[in-house]
């Protein structure tokens, strides 16, 4: 796809959510409408869309940073092996946003994706 114009870029982001119903459960959110954009690999879980959502600044530090930043901070939460680190990494993953933190603090960066940044 080649983009035209600057309004085309927001249906880039979001395009995963067009496709709600094929999306794994995890994240899958039927009771909010809120769009809230993604990484450049992994796609918003649900918990994580809802503390963004549930906090309106973190979300305005969260729509404001790019999506590659945005995929550090989803890989960090989706790194996370029990669901106790889990919840810790979702609450700082606000707090440093917060506090105008761009990139996860401590984390050497996510793996998932190509050295070319793709």
Excluded at 4 to 23: C, G, K, M, N, R
Excluded at 24 to 47: I, K, N, T
Excluded at 81 to 101: D, F, P, S
């Amino acid at each position: 796809m080649t983009i035209e114009t600057f309004e085309q870029v927001p249906e880039l982001i979001y395009h995963h959510w067009d496709e709600a119903a094929s999306a794994p459960a995890r994240f899958r959110d039927p009771v909010s409408s809120q769009r809230v954009p993604g990484g450049v690999v992994h796609e918003l879980p649900v918990d994580l869309r809802k503390a963004l959502i549930d906090n309106t600044t973190a979300l305005a530090a969260w729509n404001h940073i790019t999506p590659l930043a945005r995929n550090e901070f989803i890989c960090w939460v989706e790194n996370a092996r029990h669901e106790m680190t889990r919840a810790r990494r979702i609450r700082r993953t606000k707090e440093e946003l917060v506090e105008g933190q761009r990139r996860p603090c401590c984390w050497p960066g996510c793996t998932h994706r190509e050295p070319t940044g793709s």
